[in-house]
């Protein structure tokens, strides 16, 4: 995983706090811009908005897929359907991916993280 393109790591996996103010609290902390969850922790996402969003994207998510089966993509404020190349790429993998507007990403992360469930997300920062 690239340390320039990522930066913003927090180790471990943590429940989301809050959603808005073009940003996320989690473990105590802020974040301004988007979040990557992943098994391995949360990251910084370059992503700002739905139509940023491509496969390369999600490499970092690709590279833990094996520890991952269901992917939530919060598209922002809007529902936005995925390119069927990133639709694809995802079956490839094995993975579940449902995209949803950030807020509710947010909250069916939560649930899921406290039911144990193996689950990451990609949420574009809303206002």
Known sequence: MSEARYEGFVPG????????N???RFAEMSHRGSILILPSGIYAWPVQAASEISVSSFEPLFAEA????LVL???GKNPAYLDENIRWRFRELKLGVDPMTTTA???TYNVLMNEGRRVAAALIAID
Not at 13 to 20: F, I, N, Q, S
Not at 66 to 69: E, G, H, L, V
């Open 13 to 20: 996996r943590h429940l989301l706090d809050a959603v808005g």
């Open 22 to 24: 073009g940003g996320f």
């Open 66 to 69: 094996s520890d991952i089966d």
């Open 73 to 75: 993509i919060g598209t």
């Open 105 to 107: 990403a947010a909250r």
